[in-house]
């Protein structure tokens, strides 16, 4: 039973920089592969940046450059860092998870959602 909670989210100025942490309760798996997702008003969820067991990274060509996806297996924690931010990043980040593996652009394929966090850059 994999829970996830989202926090480092807030209220920026054009070009600032945030750092999402996402932290996962029952989570033994290093396996897993993790990503972070992200939803405006009026938008479809979209993929932002995943990783897998493996160390491979994917990016969403809107974000590459300037966010960073890392993760630590040994405290079960997710972060996203999120660098030269734009008013166009302003979403729900969602913090996600799957066990069997996932695409940043099938967000079906991920079995585990945390709260979400809002970001907002103005």
């Known amino acids: 039973h994999v829970q996830l909670v989202e926090s480092g989210g807030g209220s920026v100025q054009a070009g600032g920089s945030l750092r999402l942490t996402c932290a996962a309760s029952g989570y033994t798996d290093s396996s897993y592969c993790m990503a972070w997702f992200r939803q405006a008003p009026g938008k479809e969820r979209e993929g932002v940046a995943g990783t897998d067991s493996g160390g491979h990274t994917s990016y969403a060509d809107s974000v590459k450059g300037r966010f960073s996806i890392s993760k630590d297996n040994a405290k079960n924690t997710l972060y996203l860092q999120m660098n030269s931010l734009k008013p166009e990043d302003t979403a729900m980040y969602y913090c996600?998870?799957?066990?069997?593996?996932?695409?940043?652009?099938?967000?079906?394929?991920?079995?585990?959602w945390g709260q979400g966090t809002q970001v907002t850059v103005s």
């Open positions: 996600a998870a799957s066990r069997y593996g996932g695409s940043l652009y099938r967000a079906s394929d991920y079995n585990y």
